[in-house]
Nanobody, 123 residues
């Protein structure tokens, strides 16, 4: 069982940046591909970005392309998501996720979910 704990959410002004961190614990946590989903109240969860277990492959949804950076530190079992130039449409609860295979992330085939952290983009 892998446990995922997010941190770094909060209120951000439009045009600003956010950095979300995810701490993973449990057996072989570094062997999982990891990523982020987000959910707006009343809507389905949507994929945001993902990173392979080694950290060599990263990809993101069209909604954040050109604005995001995702990275991981397997020595510390942490993952970081940075999104720049935020807009109100980025307001959502952001979830850290882990999957056995990186390509499962965007398909929503997730093995573990974090509890989520709220991000509000507003002036």
């Amino acid at each position: 069982q892998v446990q995922l704990v997010e941190s770094g959410g909060g209120l951000v002004q439009p045009g600003g940046s956010l950095a979300l961190s995810c701490a993973a614990s449990g057996p072989a946590a570094s062997n999982y591909a990891m990523g982020w989903f987000r959910q707006v109240t009343g809507k389905e969860r949507e994929f945001v970005a993902g990173i392979s277990d080694s950290g060599t492959i990263t990809f993101g949804a069209d909604s954040v392309k050109g604005r995001f950076t995702i990275s991981r530190d397997n020595a510390k079992n942490t993952m970081l998501l940075q999104i720049n130039n935020l807009n109100p449409e980025d307001t959502a609860v952001y979830y850290c996720v882990a999957a056995g295979v990186i390509w499962s992330l965007s398909r929503g085939e997730i093995d573990y979910w974090g509890q989520g952290t709220q991000v509000i983009v507003s002036s």
